[in-house]
Structure formats: C-alpha cells, structure tokens
C-alpha cells in the first residue's frame, strides 16, 4: 500500500563513497520521519540516520562525520549520502518512515532493502 522505492546500493571499495535513495509517496513524505536503518548478516537492524519533515537530523554515532542525510521535498526522496564506507558497514539498508527520530515502530513503513558491501 505504501510503497519506498530504493536505489543506491552497491560494491564500493573501503574509503569510498556510495549515495542511497529512497522514494515515497507524497502522503509519506510530507508527514513521517524518514530514516535509515541498516542490518547485517546475523546482527539486529540499527538506525544509522533520521530526517524529520522539518529537516532535524539524527545519526548513530558510528557514522557521524561520515554519512549525511538530505531530503529532495520536490521528488520526495530522502537520500544518504555515505564517505568514508569502512568494511563494517557492510549491511542491509532499509529506508524508513516512521514516527519517531529515536528508532522504529511496528507502525512503520519499510522499504525492501539495498545491499551495501565494503570490500577490496
């Protein structure tokens, strides 16, 4: 019923650079936070940014300084822009929109999930 479009993920080399994209309907957009939120293989899913509709961002530590989370309100797509990639965030990122910038709720609607893998 809702749909969250993503596109981005890859193989990238450590120290390099990967951007995500994340489509939502219009209804979506304009009122739910909007996030990332990454899992790796045998690990719990994590929130990795947020992004009200207001433009406040939130980050986990592990990527502060490193990825940064933008909203296009004309193409309604949240974006997140990695550098830096280092082999642990090798993962499943999954784009969000939920209700809270602090982490997800059952009431959440999810995307399907790119592959992002660091290696040399």
């Known amino acids: 019923q809702v749909q969250l479009v993503e596109s981005g993920g890859g193989l990238v080399q450590p120290g390099g650079s990967l951007r995500l994209s994340c489509a939502a309907s219009?209804?979506?957009?304009?009122?739910?936070?909007m996030g990332w939120y990454r899992q790796a293989l045998g690990k719990q899913r994590e929130l990795v940014a947020t992004?009200?509709?207001?433009?406040?961002?939130n980050y986990a530590d592990f990527v502060k300084g490193r990825f940064t989370i933008s909203r296009d309100n004309a193409k309604k797509t949240v974006y997140l822009q990695m550098n830096s990639l280092k082999y642990e965030d090798t993962a499943v990122y999954y784009c969000?929109?939920?209700?809270?910038?602090?982490?997800?709720?059952?009431?959440?609607?999810w995307g399907q999930g790119t592959q992002v893998t660091v290696s040399s």
């Open positions: 992004i009200t509709t207001g433009g406040t961002t």
């Open positions: 969000n929109a939920g209700r809270s910038r602090w982490g997800p709720r059952s009431s959440d609607y």
């Open positions: 219009a209804s979506i957009f304009s009122t739910y936070v």
